[in-house]
């Protein structure tokens, strides 16, 4: 028994004589008062206690159990263990879900920041002051708005390679609606991701974004169609957005996309804590990780309920071709053998009814996302193959290459 200890033993036992001499009429209230230095009002709850539940019930009702503010050994211990094997790397918050989840240690975000601090484990993200920014209004409706970017990271650690995340996010919630892992930040990654908002949710009012050239034409280049048109012809991911109804919105600065930042941020900081701990190895695992129990999580901790309970998810018409939507498109003259070719991949168009052929037609191709090749002429199906993927995609190529392609008689939509 330490010093503390004895004392306080000391100070209970006069409590209790002197309490007892009271009860027993050898002393009076006030007297008792005096010798225990309290009030009288004090010395008749003390009285009242030992009454009711002897001397047990008058001592302090903590007085077995540890201060609040006073952690254990073992678990300051079983915290720092954890924080430098396990879980290292977690930030703060992160790191304290995880023991109160996981480890079913009940401590506080306070007491884990002081316990890592004196156990020299610095903090895994800096706490910067904030920043002042002119707050967006959030929309009211689920549906009404997504923001969507892309982030390249490595996701898997800083041995890993390096991929890039393309997340979609509800603005009126802060939702996690759709997360996919790709080499790069290109075309076809906001195409996939497009097409599983589709399958998934429907089909948002706007989709705001940055003005890369994937979404927006930012050259000064217009073609003869164009300028008869009196518009240009949208790049791929914005042909696809125009064909359902879906307003591009087109951030002017970088600080205009803060919300979605943020969420790089805390993903950069979170996903890749929660990539090792799954045993994640491939974009495929990530990619169903990240849409499976890592996207419940984080909408369970993060996402708001919206303003208005309806969405405005619109739903697919009924027979929407989705795969027809969100893919590659070409318009293509076919030769006068009925073969449409495109930069070494030749599309040998089939035999129409009543023999009917179609040299010097004008159609519509389609490259899939999943390589496969379709033609169209007047929304009629003429082909579907698999033909191999191009190795250069059309939709890269530069005016100064497609002289090359000479032998290839399309207007390309780039």
């Known amino acids: 028994m330490d010093e503390e200890e004895l004392i306080v033993s000391q100070r209970d036992l006069n409590r209790i004589h002197v309490v007892r001499l009271t009860l027993e009429g050898r002393q009076s209230v006030r007297r008792g008062a005096e010798l225990l230095g309290i009030s009288t009002r004090q010395v008749k709850r003390l009285r009242k206690k030992m009454r009711e539940g002897g001397v047990k019930g008058m001592l302090h009702g903590n007085r077995e159990r540890k201060p609040w503010n006073r952690t254990a050994r073992e678990a300051v211990k079983r915290v720092l263990q954890l924080a430098r094997g396990r879980y290292a790397g977690l930030n703060d918050r992160h790191l304290t879900e995880k023991l109160t989840e996981q480890e079913g240690m009940k401590v506080s975000r306070a007491t884990v920041r002081r316990i890592l601090r004196q156990g020299g484990i610095a903090a895994a993200r800096k706490r910067r002051p904030k920043r002042h920014y002119k707050r967006r209004e959030r929309r009211a409706q689920a549906g009404e708005l997504l923001l969507w970017d892309g982030s390249p990271h490595r996701w898997l650690g800083e041995n890993g390679p390096q991929w890039t995340l393309v997340v979609a996010i509800d603005d009126a919630t802060g939702a996690l609606i759709h997360g996919a892992f790709s080499e790069h930040e290109d075309a076809q990654s906001y195409l996939v991701c497009l097409k599983q908002l589709l399958l998934e949710q429907g089909i948002p009012l706007a989709i705001y974004m940055d003005r890369h050239g994937i979404f927006k034409r930012n050259d000064d280049h217009w073609t003869l169609e164009e300028e008869l048109a009196g518009e240009r012809i949208p790049t791929q991911v914005g042909l696809a957005l125009k064909s359902l109804g879906v ?82 498109h070409y318009q293509a003259t076919v030769g006068n053998d009925n073969a449409v070719r495109l930069a070494g991949v030749i599309l040998d168009i089939p035999e129409g009814p009543n023999h009917k052929g179609y040299a010097k037609s004008r159609v519509e191709v389609r490259q899939l996302l999943d390589g496969r090749w379709r033609v169209y002429f007047k929304d009629e199906l003429l082909l579907e193959t698999n033909k191999p993927k191009l190795e250069v995609p059309l939709r890269t190529v530069g005016r100064r290459h497609r002289e090359r392609l000479r032998e290839v008689t399309f207007s390309l939509i780039t």
């Open 247 to 328: 307003e591009p919105i087109f951030a002017l600065s970088p600080q205009a996309k803060g919300r979605v930042e943020r969420l790089f941020g805390t993903l950069q900081d979170r996903l890749v804590s929660e990539l090792r701990l799954a045993g994640i190895r491939t974009r495929h695992q990530a990619t169903a990780f990240v849409n499976g129990p890592f996207k419940i999580d984080f909408n369970r901790r993060f996402a708001k309920p919206p303003q208005q309970t309806e969405p405005a998810w619109r739903q697919l018409a009924r027979g929407l071709d989705v795969e027809r939507i969100c893919s590659f």
